[in-house]
């Protein structure tokens, strides 16, 4: 009998999607899962079974990993299914055109370079923040430009049979979504999309990368890919922050709706959390996977400027390049717009820190990958860790987790714990052989009320707050209490919040604050010190002593993010050998403490699958027995 129906949905259908910083490898995966050839075949970044030794294998972890491999290397073989690519940039393209025939009338080929080449002029630019410096500023060859419009009109007609609002419908007909198969998926309008960006970047890379950065800032704040600067910051609109996320679902179902072989999907890549958090909420098969570079990211990128950029350029502008795309990625990662209410930017920390699989790109390099032990007891190369997780995407409970992936489960699961209003971190200290010792999240010390739970309002009217309610402190509700220079207390200077204040607008929400990051603004400083939050490293060290204490020489430190200069000190103080990480902390603690001394931690990125994909993809559908008993018709020796 066979169990294939059993798992037809995972058969059929999933989505991936990818994030990750520039550099760190997110289009290099993405044509690796949708290349039609079979990555098994002649690829030397993929190991046979055979070819993973045991010798000198004193613990057994090398013979168990290989029987791992065995397993995924043949169930890939049977299964590798090809996934279609949805570029992200090329979503925006699309948008853009769309929004030049249906809003602005354009109707033939000259029209279209007309249009994009204003589309160009608005953005192809130095940010307005930075025109003060020397960058300069290349022209786009209008002659390239007009012979690509050209050579491609026929990309307009399929476009102008697809509806005016159609990312926006709640129910397209399937005529209505061939069109747009048809529009999107078409050899014309890919080769146009290739060849619009190469112009782009051939000109000049960093241009290139800030166009993009501005026309879908534009989509997601206004929905016009046309309007300013200063229209974007004055009529954004939060209706619009799903913009590129709703044409990707229609996108999805276009294709869907004229496969006959199944919907696997590959959206690369996704660099705003909100659209990360659209997918997760609408499809149960959706999965985030962040790739990453370690260090490398700059000399990834660094390579790719020079093998796309037109020649006639010289080194020291290459390097200015880099370090203005450097610049612009940095600022889409640290997400500082984001975090000041501009949801329409990029925030790609965050996309990463809700990402469930984590995958980590090591390069091509064969001899170094065999420095690496590493190499020898788990799925090294991209190829490789592929192999893993689709085998475990079509039939979850293949393999069992890595002991990396169930202690990083853990470490993940316990960061829900904390009261935190800014950032939640789990961390769990194990001994050398990943027995775990300790958990901890960061959160206010035990018997003090998380910031979750308090209430702005009682500091600004104490005298609502009852006698025997220890949730503030003195310091935080006494109005006679002056401590700035001004000579008003932290309640007096937390009364600029009152108008915000009431069910109009928080509808219901508690007003839940942060209390160093008040007090520094009230003393004009950054100090990180007036955290009311003991950090999650920290939590789970000083639990240890709390409840007993046990030797921690030579152990493991897995946390969701990188440790502190001050939590890297103590873990360094504790003995801890191995530090396991999935965000790194934006501070020095890498290339100062960790770094220095004679008996260095080794920081290693966490790669594996965690959070409700680890559930996803390792809960067995049916017991194993009962399966091979279905498929061998209960044959007696099983």
Not at 160 to 180: A, P, V
Not at 438 to 450: A, I, L, Q
Not at 528 to 546: D, P, W
Request: with cysteine.
């Amino acid at each position: 009998m066979d169990t294939d129906e059993i798992y037809v949905h995972r058969n059929n259908f999933s989505i991936i999607g990818l994030t990750g910083k520039t550099g760190s490898g997110c289009t290099e995966f993405a044509d690796l899962i949708s290349n039609e050839a079979c990555i098994l075949d002649n690829n030397d970044l993929v190991r046979k079974p055979i070819d993973i030794l045991i010798s000198s294998d004193s613990d057994g972890n090398r013979l168990i990993f290989r029987r791992k491999y065995s397993i995924c290397y043949n169930f890939f073989a049977k299964k590798d299914v090809k996934y279609r690519k949805i570029s992200y940039i090329s979503v925006l393209l699309f948008y853009s055109v769309h929004y030049c025939i249906h809003v602005k009338g354009v109707d033939n080929a000259q029209k279209l370079y007309e249009a994009l080449k204003l589309l160009i002029e608005n953005n192809f630019l130095k940010s307005t923040e930075s025109e003060d410096d020397n960058y300069p500023i290349r022209k786009i060859n209008n002659k390239i430009l007009e012979r690509i419009c050209n050579s491609n009109f026929e990309i307009i007609e399929p476009i102008k049979n697809i509806s005016r609002d159609f990312y926006n419908q709640k129910n397209m007909t399937s005529d209505q979504l061939n069109y747009l198969n048809n529009a999107f998926y078409s050899e014309s309008f890919n080769k146009f999309s290739k060849q619009f960006f190469e112009l782009l970047s051939k000109t000049d890379y960093y241009c290139g990368s800030f166009f993009v950065h501005r026309i879908g800032n534009k989509i997601r704040s206004t929905g016009n890919p046309f309007s300013s600067h200063e229209e974007m910051s004055e009529t954004a609109n939060i209706s619009n922050i799903y913009n590129v996320a709703r044409v990707i679902n229609k996108l999805i179902k276009a294709y869907k709706n004229n496969s006959t072989e199944g919907c696997h999907i590959c959206i690369d890549s996704l660099r705003n959390s909100l659209e990360v958090m659209f997918f997760k909420e609408r499809y149960s098969a959706f999965y985030l996977i962040a790739i990453h570079n370690g260090e490398k990211n700059d000399e990834t990128l660094n390579k790719r400027i020079k093998s796309i950029v037109n020649r006639r350029l010289n080194n020291s502008e290459i390097i200015e390049m880099v370090k203005k795309n450097e610049s612009l990625d940095h600022a889409e990662n640290k997400s500082e717009d984001f975090k000041q209410g501009v949801f329409f930017a990029p925030d790609v920390e965050n996309c990463i820190q809700k990402s469930e699989i984590h995958i980590s790109n090591p390069g091509n390099d064969l001899k170094e990958f065999k420095k690496d032990e590493r190499y020898f007891t788990s799925f090294y190369s991209m190829y490789e860790q592929w192999i893993k997780i689709q085998s475990l995407i079509l039939h979850p409970g293949l393999i069992t987790p890595s002991h990396e992936e169930r202690c990083m489960q853990i470490a993940y699961n316990m960061k829900f714990n904390s009261g935190c209003i800014s950032r939640q971190v789990g961390a769990v200290i194990t001994d050398k052989n990943n027995s775990i010792r300790s958990v901890g999240w960061n959160d206010v010390p035990k018997g003090s009320v998380p910031c979750l739970l308090r209430d702005l309002d009682d500091v600004i009217f104490p005298d609502k707050v009852e006698k025997n309610d220890l949730s503030y402190s003195k310091f935080e509700i006494d109005k006679e209490y002056e401590y700035y220079k001004d000579g008003k207390s932290f309640s007096k200077k937390s009364e600029k919040y009152s108008k915000h204040i009431g069910v109009t607008k928080l509808k219901g929400l508690n007003y839940s604050f942060c209390f160093k990051s008040l007090h520094n603004e009230f003393m004009k400083g950054n100090n990180q010190v007036h955290t009311r939050s003991l950090h999650a490293e920290e939590n789970a060290m000083l639990q240890i002593s709390k409840y007993g204490g046990q030797p921690l020489n030579n152990g493991k430190l897995y946390s969701t993010a990188s440790p502190c200069e001050l939590c890297s000190k103590k873990s360094y103080q504790l003995g801890i050998r191995e530090i396991i990480y999935i965000d790194p902390y934006p501070g020095i603690s890498k290339d100062h403490i960790l770094s220095n001394g004679y008996h260095i931690p080794l920081m290693k990125v966490f790669t594996g699958v965690i959070g409700r994909s680890y559930n996803k993809i390792f809960e067995p559908f049916l017991s194993y027995k009962d399966e091979l008993n279905i498929i061998t018709e209960n044959c007696e020796i099983i």
